[in-house]
């Protein structure tokens, strides 16, 4: 059966997201059933309250407190994301697997 990208509602915010195929296949890679409940940045705000502000895929360089992150949608893919910066909008702005491939 072919895999096809799919719209959720996150449980928390409310607002659809993309469950993508590349996420699909992950998640059937690590055994996964369920479908995510969260969009990215409410399951990264998730993460940090119940692990601390230094889990948030490693952004953070240790020293106690996290780095502050903003909200963005990605300019290649269009997923939600979160950066250490504030965008400006008059650069594009990208999740971190479109910035690994752009930068290779």
Excluded: W
């Excluded at 996290?66 to 990208?94: H, I, L, S, W």
Aim: aromatic fraction near 10%.
């Amino acid at each position: 059966m072919a895999l096809s990208e799919k719209s959720l509602v996150c449980s928390d915010c409310g607002k659809s997201f993309a469950f993508t195929v590349e996420e699909q296949e992950f998640f059937a890679s690590k055994g996964y059933t369920n479908e995510p409940k969260r969009c990215q940045i409410c399951r990264q705000n998730r993460r940090s309250e119940r692990f601390g502000n230094n889990s948030g895929g490693g952004m953070s360089r240790g020293g106690g407190g996290g780095r502050e992150m903003f909200p963005a949608v990605c300019a290649q893919c269009g997923t939600n994301t979160q950066v250490p910066f504030q965008p400006r909008g008059d650069k594009p702005v990208y999740c971190r697997d479109c910035y690994n491939k752009t930068r290779a």
